[in-house]
């Protein structure tokens, strides 16, 4: 008889970390319909946009549909159904023509060139090259470049065939954007509003992270109940929950149970009446 | 301890000149204070002695004759400017020399791709972010490039046999080395 060992063994990396990199296999496809018409929208070169709250997933979408549509062109030999996807983070550029810069850099073709040039470059898109090009601008609401000049940019990129644009940004912030920019936003064909995972969303998740570390047995059910409860469906903060909950399982030898994640996770009584009251917390 | 310490202002008296020149001269290292619990400056007599023998005229110790020798000396630098002016000129030649021997060459992402000669625009665009990964990796496998990318391991096999092809890449041991350095 083969005896289930008690103390597991931890592995010394964190599944749950935060910052560590997507890979697609742990991605879950929360709302497989809309991610559909996202990428029906890309490959017919429209412009579509992503909200939802903090942490529900934005980037991650985008990072995810980047990966797929890669791989799905470097597999196809067919010139017209290849998508070149540019991923660029908005908050990391200043202005607009750095914009114009990451683009061109991105596709590895020249950029030590004047802007009308490097601009002219993607206005003759369509006629130089038959490939599909679709840039995904992560923040594109939180970016420190001008508004206007931002909104004119992605406009006359929109009026370009062959060329989709993906924005990305939290809800209050891309409306505000948008609606600085009318001329933008009529041109927008899909807007994808994330919502939160349910619970058997945010279990696949963390257990599809767990089983790459090898250690999806450790967890128990009450402890998916308590992360569920606890993040209120937000992926992030389920991460960082689960995050805290292994660091205290590895050290004391034990699974993940609903005990673990509550202990791992309490918030003293002081600490809970003053976030009610919207105070700021230095612990 | 039956030194006497003098303040500020007796030992200007004695030297003939300022308190605040003392200060600057404390400052600059050339003259030992003592501080009193309230954080005022005192003089030894000695230093006050030592001054005295040192300087002759003026307050010119080791210290500020230091700072003021850096000043004359950087005028005639400027003023013989011309003759060094050759010597700059050969340094130039030698720093290019030096990739030369080393065999490191610098290039743009955008040449060294652009040699490597990929079929498609996605794969220009994926040898793009491998060779940013390699750049940073230096010496890598195709396993590491794989764990950090989310390409298919046709795309980074082709990726390396290219590196290699073209001479920007050496193979050892299963172990890529890049030989370019990138510049961007």
Redesign the interface.
């Known amino acids: 008889m083969s005896e289930i060992p008690t103390a597991p063994v931890w592995p010394s990396d964190d599944p749950f970390l935060l910052v560590a990199p997507m890979k697609p296999e742990t991605y879950v496809r929360v709302q497989p319909d809309e991610i559909l018409a996202l990428k029906q929208a890309i490959s017919n070169g429209r412009v579509s946009v992503v909200t939802g709250p903090l942490g529900i997933g934005k980037t991650s979408l985008c990072r995810y549909i980047v990966d797929e549509l890669m791989n799905e062109s470097l597999s196809t030999s067919d010139v017209s159904k290849q998508i070149v996807p540019v991923y660029l983070s908005g908050a990391a550029y200043r202005e607009t023509d750095d914009f114009l810069k990451g683009i061109i850099k991105e596709l590895a073709l020249d950029s030590n060139k004047d802007r009308v040039t490097l601009f002219n470059i993607l206005t003759s898109w369509p006629k130089e090259h038959k490939e599909k090009l679709a840039a995904v601008i992560d923040d594109a609401s939180e970016s420190g470049a001008n508004v206007d000049e931002l909104g004119e940019f992605l406009r006359a990129l929109a009026d370009v065939e062959n060329i989709a644009i993906v924005l990305n940004g939290e809800p209050k912030r891309m409306k505000k954007f948008l609606d600085l920019n009318p001329p933008l936003r009529d041109r927008i064909q899909t807007i994808i509003e994330l919502r939160h995972m349910t619970r058997d969303e945010l279990k696949e998740m963390l257990a599809k992270r767990a089983k790459t570390h090898g250690v999806e047995d450790y967890i128990s059910e009450g402890a998916f109940d308590e992360l569920y409860k606890l993040s209120k469906g937000v992926p992030r903060a389920a991460l960082k929950a689960a995050s805290k909950a292994f660091e205290l399982a590895r050290k004391e030898g034990k699974k993940i149970d609903r005990d673990i994640v509550k202990r791992a996770n309490r918030v003293s009584f002081w600490a809970r009446l003053f976030r009610f009251r919207g105070k700021k917390l230095i612990k | 301890m039956d030194e006497k310490i003098l303040s500020m202002k007796e030992a200007a008296k004695i030297l003939g000149c300022s308190v605040r020149t003392l200060q600057r001269q404390h400052l600059a290292g050339g003259l030992r204070c003592v501080f009193t619990p309230g954080g005022r400056r005192r003089v030894p007599e000695n230093e006050i002695l030592r001054l005295k023998e040192e300087m002759g005229f003026g307050l010119k110790t080791e210290a500020t004759k230091r700072t003021l020798r850096t000043k004359p000396k950087k005028r005639t630098v400027s003023r013989e400017e011309p003759p060094i002016m050759p010597v700059s000129k050969e340094e130039p030649k030698k720093s290019e020399q030096i990739p030369a021997t080393t065999t490191t060459q610098a290039l743009?992402?955008?040449e060294i791709?652009e040699r490597m000669a990929p079929e498609?625009?996605?794969?220009?665009?994926?040898?793009?972010d491998l060779l940013a990964t390699a750049a940073m990796l230096e010496t890598f496998t195709p396993k590491q490039l794989l764990?950090?990318s989310?390409?298919?391991e046709q795309?980074i096999k082709s990726f390396c046999d290219r590196l290699v092809a073209k001479n920007f890449a050496s193979l050892e041991n299963d172990r890529y080395t890049l030989k370019v350095r990138l510049f961007r």
């Open positions: 743009s992402d955008f791709i498609s625009l996605p794969m220009r665009k994926a040898f793009n764990e950090r989310n390409y298919p795309t």
